[in-house]
């Protein structure tokens, strides 16, 4: 039983992210207007590899495990951003330099229901992206409900 609720927990942090993947790599900007709408993402724009370091918790069962997982997070010139982690891509946004992603889990496996909340926000520096996902939610099986909490890192380059 520890075992799958620490693999249901991985859910969790799997809709932490957003994203998707692409084969683009650094843009050029050629619109004289490097801050229009088309270029806003402009100087960051790329794709970004990298690993996501988890640790999921559920203090109620004195759970604990860490996980690191391959994160792609793709920035358009436009500004459009997607975070892909372990297959699911997720929308993001850019503002300045910060990559953010707001993702509302639920996800059944094996008749426990996990739901809850995973924030990330990274700040895009040269090629790199550094940040943090952290969340709560809660799962369920039946009547047994136990709250969860993710706090992770996240470390790509382009």
């Not at 249901?8 to 801050?35: E, F, K, M, R």
């Not at 929308?91 to 330099?97: A, I, N, V």
């Not at 889990?105 to 996990?114: G, K, L, Q």
């Not at 040269?126 to 047994?144: F, K, L, M, P």
Request: with cysteine; hydrophobic share 30%; glycine share 12%.
């Amino acid at each position: 039983m520890k075992k799958f609720v620490l693999a249901t927990l991985v859910l969790i942090l799997t809709g932490c992210d957003s994203g998707g993947s692409s084969s683009g790599s650094n843009a050029q900007v050629t619109d004289t207007n490097p801050t229009s709408p088309e270029n806003i993402g402009a100087q960051y724009a790329g794709t970004y590899r990298g690993r996501l370091e988890g640790t999921y918790t559920a203090p109620a069962l004195g759970l604990s495990d860490t996980d690191s997982t391959p994160v792609t997070i793709v920035i358009e010139r436009n500004g459009n951003t997607t975070v892909t982690v372990e297959g699911r891509s997720y929308t993001g946004s850019l503002d300045t330099d910060t990559v953010t992603a707001v993702v509302n889990v639920n996800e059944t496996s094996n008749d426990i229901t996990c739901t809850g909340r995973v924030n990330v926000n990274a700040r895009i520096v040269g090629d790199t992206i550094n940040g943090e996902a952290n969340g709560a939610g809660e799962c369920s099986q039946g009547t047994v409900q136990t709250p969860v909490q993710v706090a992770g890192v996240l470390n790509a380059s382009r």
